[in-house]
């Protein structure tokens, strides 16, 4: 009987805090990144800046340039920073990401 109790104290001390975290607000950003060409460039590291916070998120794009970055905090301000050798490094600065509205669209444009 004691470990049956003992549980239910375990479960409802823990149970709140993990479904206020899986309510916690999201959003994403995706894009395509290409050259002066208007060919899609891959192997481009994406990173979405947290300007509060500083915490970072990145992904590499693929065959055709795209990238898409999931599971930003909704509401926060972001850099976002598009780099690959050889081109200079492009951002979008005081991007705002929204909540659970599918996802954002930030294209870039590199050139040598």
């Known amino acids: 009987m004691k470990g049956i109790r003992f549980a239910a104290l375990l479960l409802a001390l823990f149970l709140p805090a993990s479904v206020v975290a899986a309510q916690t607000a999201t959003g994403a950003v995706a894009g395509a990144v290409s050259a002066s060409t208007g060919i899609g460039l ?28 999931e599971g930003l905090p909704a509401g926060g301000r972001y850099e976002l920073r598009a780099e690959l050798d050889g081109f200079a490094s492009v951002s979008r600065t005081d991007f705002v990401v929204v909540a659970n509205n599918g996802h954002e669209r930030v294209n870039f444009l590199l050139v040598p």
Do not use: F, H, K, L
């Open 42 to 69: 891959p192997g481009v590291t994406v990173t979405a800046i947290n300007m509060e916070s500083g915490a970072t998120q990145s992904v590499v794009t693929g065959d055709g340039g795209e990238y898409r970055i």
